[in-house]
């Protein structure tokens, strides 16, 4: 489209990027709110319109661009491949809805400083948009460090609660000490040439103990990013700690520039992979899918659980790109772009379901206030729009056919099956068994979903303030819109998407779906052959509405259609509260009880003697307790240690300086 | 896509909806049997729905929109899966766009809707079978994907037609993997269609029920649809376990001669599994909801040992 008008991808998204920082400023200095909901937001969301289409152009060519600002001698390269195009299409699509959305949230939420708020907001946009495009590790790592920083800010947008502040603070600690494994990454793959733009990188040749070590360090920073066990910490508090809108980002787009890292890093950049790697990368993956999704089955508050989900995904996510890492070491190209389209099939996939269901959260919270579990209930009757909107991410979420998230999952679990012939016999044993952990894992996001929607949407309203609550404004159900659109969309049409993705995978494992991903037409989802697997959504869709139709026609017809209301049966029980239904500690019950192994659980057990018996279990994280707390003891040592040096009184602190220079000197010598 | 095809499928269409309270109606029928009783004949699940369906329908005050809908979409999605399975003839249009990765979604998707219904009213009841029939499914789905990513691996696709001709043409000897895969589908089936000893059909027992639980507040002609997709569910996991575990005899494509003999034959293995079921719910008593999790677990871990076995044995 753009490329009719004589102008080049980067050329408009660098165009976008400065528009966006320039909206933020405005919004900043007018200071004005009902120009900032009304206005800059909307006009925010056509950039990351133009966005999306320019990043859709870009996704064949490869696009480079110097630009003269930046250190001497150290100017910004820039560059737009099929990788950073698919990701910049993930951010400008997903973001539009993210952004008219905001429109109405920030508009409707007191907020204080919404001019700031503003200016962080497009500065968090514009900093993704960079790093996608970033072709140095100088401009990446600032790109980087702007997107932590403007989501720190983001993150602790409400700062007067302590809890928020100590949210953003894990956050931002979490995330340098991954900018640091990044940057040290970077450090190993110049080779010591002392040239650090990408191009070099990817013309050097590190041995295989060198590129190992550059992977796992890279592994280890994005997955600080990521959420990856266990550098997880972070992530199930700050998310909910951030306003909805901010949130969806975090999750939706922001988890994906650590996988968009993973990918460049370990296909771009290094020019050889070595098969473990993805055996650790797989593992990894599934430990932290389960550890996501067992979690959120047992949380409280909506939106922590659906940050525990985001874990979830992420696993999952990354064991497709363990498996593709696997697959192209042992040089099956098909297979590894099988796995490779279905982790970023599953990215755009989250970005849209879990935006959408995030940004849900932000209307739920918008008209209770609450974000316990425990208060909400029969939202449904209240807020019909938003309820179908919602069950429309719950059901994606979940995996559910017909929607997005079971294609990518789908795809995932083709590559698993078609993996035997692998030249490691016990990675043929692995297969499997990483196989049936995924599917417990898809299994039990079915539970997590009906869980968050059940207990949110549906029974009796567990509060009184609930009988009053409005649905969603018209700027929220535009953006939330948008989302669902994507994920019918994505979900409905899936050939159309992998032509797409066809390119990243011709970029990065030489081979792709390509003609027989739609052998037999567009309708006809078959990978590999369609004799081996075939999935059509369409079809399958339409088939179960005309199921439904046909079936209420019958009905309608045969059936004399009285129908009575009356009070509900439930075996007869006279006493029928909101307290008799299912709370969220309740539904999660049987979770906690099978993986009580997993998860540390303290009970609070009342006495037989107690005259108000209170019952109490609170879940942990087991790992805080291996990996967090020893480094924050340690930690805490260390700074005592050195605290005996300080005492405060000059002569002391002068005679430091003497031994320093003597030692010196001496060193000179 | 040829006439004769779009005839067999609609064929199929009709024969799985009739059949389905047929079998309901004969294993209830053995089960009395087995039980030294006269029974109620194995049409009575006709008559069940009949007079279901000239009820007044009730509905509790604060019943959704999403409680109405349900059994209409829990009945589409049944009356799809049962459809779906090649157990008279290979050649069903409708098959290649689902395959054997989508049944189960398509399993799951009832699930999710049912589940969500029952949490409609928030009554106690709805939302424990709620809790109840997320945490069955939750153990039970891998385990019946485990079992049909064996029977993939072995004839190199997850598409139900081909799976079946593959193993159609296979000499009958005893797989080690289809054998564990078979006694998995089995604890799954007793599972996933709420029959003992996960859960009991014709329990209100405020305790133990499960299913039952779930649709306590449907009535009438919601209480009809939702008891016939139960019945389109069975026949579809029997389906399932005939095309996985005995296809031989399955007309194939464009064979119109073996049709008569494969419809007899169909007949006879499903009344010989219905028997077989009936025994099974007859020997065994329920077992608590805790010990529920075990015993999917083993269905679970006999699927992966087949899944393993496979690729230990057998390549």
């Known amino acids: 489209m753009f490329a009719s008008l004589g102008v080049s991808p980067i050329n408009v998204i660098l165009g976008v990027t400065v528009f966006w920082l320039l909206l933020g400023l405005g919004g900043l200095a007018l200071q004005d709110n009902r120009i900032i909901t009304r206005v800059i937001f909307p ?89 996608f495009l970033a072709d140095d590790a100088y401009m990446f790592m600032v790109a980087w460090e702007a997107m932590a920083l403007s989501s720190y800010f983001l993150v602790t947008t409400d700062h007067d609660q302590p809890e928020v502040r100590r949210a953003g603070f894990l956050y931002l600690l979490i995330a340098h000490v991954g900018a640091i494994a990044i940057l040290m990454g970077f450090g190993v793959m110049q080779g010591g040439h002392g040239d650090y733009t990408f191009d070099t990188m990817r013309h050097g040749h590190l041995s295989a103990y060198w590129a190992s070590i550059t992977f796992f360090l890279a592994l280890f920073g994005f997955g600080a990013k990521a959420g990856i066990l266990p550098m997880h910490a972070w992530l199930p508090e700050a998310h909910p700690a951030a306003p909805s809108p901010v949130s969806a980002l975090l999750s939706g787009i922001m988890l994906k520039t650590a996988i968009y890292g993973i990918l460049r890093v370990s296909f771009d950049l290094l ?55 696997i697959f192209h070491a042992s040089g099956k190209e ?81 590559a698993f099956l078609l993996s035997p012939g692998l030249t490691q016999a016990y990675i043929n044993m692995l297969v499997p068994i990483a196989a049936a952990a995924l599917v417990l894992t898809a299994a039990l996001a079915g539970f997590v979903m009906v869980k968050f929607y059940g207990v949110i949407f549906l ?54 779906l390509g003609t027989s991903a739609v052998h037999s037409g567009w309708l006809m989802l078959t990978p590999i052959a369609a004799e081996r697997a075939s999935y059509s959504p369409l079809i399958l869709l339409l088939i179960i509405v005309s199921g439904v139709v046909l079936t209420m026609l019958a009905v309608k017809k045969f059936y004399h259609g009285r129908l009575r209301r009356g009070p509900a049966w439930d075996c007869g029980f006279p006493e029928q509260g909101a307290r008799m239904q299912d709370t969220a500690e309740g539904f999660g019950q049987p979770i906690r ?39 924050k003891r340690a930690n805490e040592a260390i700074g005592n240690q050195i605290g005996k040096l300080q005492h405060g009184r000059i002569h002391v602190y002068l005679l430091y300086s003497f031994i320093t220079l003597l030692a010196l000197l001496a060193f000179i010598e | 896509m040829s006439a004769s095809a779009i005839f067999l499928q609609l064929l199929q269409n009709v024969l799985v909806l009739l059949a389905a309270p047929l079998l309901l109606g004969w294993i209830n029928q053995c089960r009395a049997w087995l039980q030294n009783r006269n029974g109620a004949g194995m049409l009575q699940p006709y008559r069940n729905l009949l007079k279901l369906f000239h009820k007044d329908a009730v509905l509790a005050h604060n019943a959704s929109q999403l409680f109405r809908t349900t059994p209409y979409i829990l ?50 009841f709805g939302s424990l079978g709620a809790r109840r029939e997320m945490l069955v499914g939750f153990l039970a789905e891998p385990a019946l994907l485990m079992v049909l990513f064996t029977a993939s691996t072995i004839s190199q696709s997850t598409s139900l037609i081909t799976i079946v001709e593959t193993l159609a043409h296979k000499q009958f000897v005893l797989y080690p993997s289809m054998t564990f895969a078979a006694v998995a589908f089995v604890m799954v089936l007793l599972a996933e269609n709420a029959r003992v000893p996960v859960d009991n059909p014709s329990t209100h027992l405020e305790l133990t029920m499960i299913h039952e639980a779930m649709v306590l507040e449907y009535s009438a002609r919601h209480l009809a649809l939702v008891e016939w997709a139960s019945a389109l569910k069975l026949l579809a996991y029997m389906a399932i376990g005939i095309a996985l575990f005995i296809p031989y005899g399955i007309a194939e494509a464009g064979n119109w001669n073996a049709l008569p003999a494969a419809i007899a034959l169909l007949t006879f293995k499903l009344l010989l599994a219905g028997a077989g079921l009936a025994f099974i719910e007859t020997i065994s008593a329920k077992m608590r909801i805790f010990r529920v999790p075990e015993f999917m677990g083993t269905a679970f871990l006999l699927a992966v040992l087949g899944l393993l076995t496979h690729f230990l044995l057998e390549t």
């Not at chain 1, 297979?335 to 279905?342: R, W």
């Not at chain 1, 009880?593 to 005259?611: A, H, T």
């Open chain 1, 334 to 414: 098909a297979l590894a772009a099988l796995s490779l389209t279905a982790s970023l099939y599953h990215s755009i996939n989250h970005a849209f379901m879990k935006g959408l269901l995030f940004l849900g959260t932000g209307s739920i919270l918008h008209a209770t206030g609450e974000r316990h579990l425990g208060k909400l209930g029969g939202l449904i009757h209240k807020m019909p729009n938003l309820a179908l909107f919602m069950l429309i991410g719950t059901l994606a979420l979940a995996g559910l056919p017909p929607l997005n998230g079971f294609v990518s999952e789908w795809l995932m679990l083709q």
């Open chain 1, 459 to 512: 029974g009796q309203p567990r509060d009184a303030g609930l009988a009053v609550v409005h649905d969603a404004g018209i700027w929220e159900r535009i953006g939330m819109l948008c989302m669902v659109a994507g994920c019918i969309a994505l979900g409905i049409f899936p050939t159309f998407v992998i032509l797409h993705l066809d390119f990243v995978a011709e970029m990065l494992v030489h081979n792709s």
């Open chain 1, 271 to 325: 020019d050889i992979q070595i098969w473990w790697w993805g055996v650790v990368a797989l593992t990894l993956g599934l430990f932290t899918a389960l550890f996501g999704v067992i979690f959120a089955a047992v949380q409280v508050d909506m939106k922590r659980l659906l940050a525990y989900s985001s874990i979830e995904n992420i696993g999952i996510i990354l064991v497709g790109i363990g498996l593709t890492i």
């Open chain 2, 75 to 124: 009945f589409a999605c049944m009356w799809l899966a049962a459809a779906l399975v090649p157990v008279l003839a290979t050649d069903l249009p409708l098959s290649p766009a689902v395959d054997v990765i989508a049944l189960v979604g398509i399993f799951a998707l009832a699930r999710v809707f049912i589940s969500l219904a029952a949490m409609d009213i928030g009554t106690a």
């Open chain 1, 43 to 131: 006009v925010g969301a056509i950039g990351s319109l133009i966005l999306a289409t320019a990043a859709l152009g870009g996704l064949s060519g490869v696009d480079t661009a110097v630009l003269p600002i930046g250190l001497p001698d150290l100017p910004f390269h820039l560059r737009i491949d099929s990788l950073s195009a698919f990701f910049l299409l993930l951010l400008g699509a997903s973001s539009i809805g993210i952004t008219l959305f905001s429109a109405g949230y920030f508009g409707r939420m007191a907020v204080q400083e919404l001019g700031l708020l503003c200016l962080e907001y497009h500065i968090f946009l514009a900093s993704m948009t960079l790093v």
């Open chain 1, 593 to 631: 009880q099978i993986f009580e192994w997993f998860m540390g659980v303290v009970r609070k057990m009342p006495s037989p003697f107690d005259l108000h018996p209170h019952y109490h279990a609170e879940v942990h994280d087991r790992l805080w307790n291996i990996f967090y707390a020893p480094i």
